[in-house]
């Protein structure tokens, strides 16, 4: 039998609930894809394949070898995480207060596009990933940082727009 989780004191909010200000309010891994795994498990195959003449304990070398290799890529590509937490938006390695934001834009397939290429600013964050389409644009309001707005990839951008302009609202 496992001890039961302690119950917060009555009027408390319990943590992890949503009245919680270190609850996270929005929390994506922006994870690969299937279709990247079957990439990976074809790059294990071709590695055992290039050491099979060499013999049966070359191969296996060679399938695990590059396996790893492969599937540590491919997950340390898709470790990316973009969420909404304690009256801060934390995008990979960024962590910027709400309120040094601005207005946030949900871009659809086409304008995401557009300002990944030829209207991007060099100077601008872009948290990318080629396999999710969609994205939000977030104006970076703080005079003190050059940033002039984030550019995050997500799969759920009026989920991630929501949760901004709710912590903006509770602040």
Same mark, same amino acid.
């Given at each position: 039998?496992?001890?039961?989780?302690?119950?917060?004191?009555?009027?408390?909010?319990?943590?992890?609930?949503?009245?919680?200000?270190?609850?996270?309010?929005?929390?994506?891994?922006?994870?690969?894809?299937?279709?990247?795994? %079957?990439?990976?498990? #074809?790059? *294990?195959?071709?590695?055992?394949?290039?050491?099979?003449? =060499? +013999? /049966? !304990?070359?191969? @296996?070398?060679?399938?695990?070898?590059?396996?790893?290799?492969?599937?540590?890529?491919?997950?340390?590509?898709?470790?990316?995480?973009?969420?909404? %937490?304690?009256?801060? #938006?934390? *995008?990979?390695?960024?962590?910027?207060?709400?309120?040094? =934001? +601005? /207005? !946030?834009?949900? @871009?659809?397939?086409?304008?995401?596009?557009?300002?990944?290429?030829?209207?991007?600013?060099?100077?601008?964050?872009?948290?990318?990933?080629?396999? %999710?389409?969609?994205?939000?644009?977030?104006?970076?309001?703080?005079?003190?940082?050059?940033?002039?707005?984030?550019?995050?990839?997500?799969?759920?951008?009026?989920?991630?727009?929501?949760?901004?302009?709710?912590?903006?609202?509770?602040?």
């Amino acid at each position: 039998m496992q001890p039961s989780a302690p119950t917060p004191p009555s009027g408390a909010p319990a943590p992890g609930s949503p009245a919680s200000p270190a609850a996270p309010r929005f929390d994506e891994r922006l994870a690969v894809p299937g279709s990247w795994w %079957v990439i990976v498990c #074809l790059l *294990a195959l071709s590695g055992g394949l290039i050491t099979f003449p =060499l +013999g /049966t !304990v070359p191969l @296996l070398g060679g399938l695990i070898v590059v396996g790893v290799a492969a599937g540590v890529a491919a997950s340390s590509y898709g470790s990316a995480r973009i969420r909404v %937490v304690a009256g801060s #938006l934390v *995008a990979g390695e960024a962590r910027v207060p709400v309120s040094a =934001l +601005g /207005t !946030v834009e949900v @871009l659809d397939e086409e304008e995401a596009r557009a300002w990944r290429t030829h209207k991007a600013d060099p100077r601008a964050f872009m948290l990318m990933r080629s396999y %999710v389409p969609r994205a939000v644009r977030i104006v970076v309001t703080d005079p003190a940082d050059p940033t002039p707005y984030l550019y995050l990839s997500t799969r759920d951008p009026e989920g991630l727009a929501a949760a901004v302009e709710a912590v903006r609202e509770a602040a």
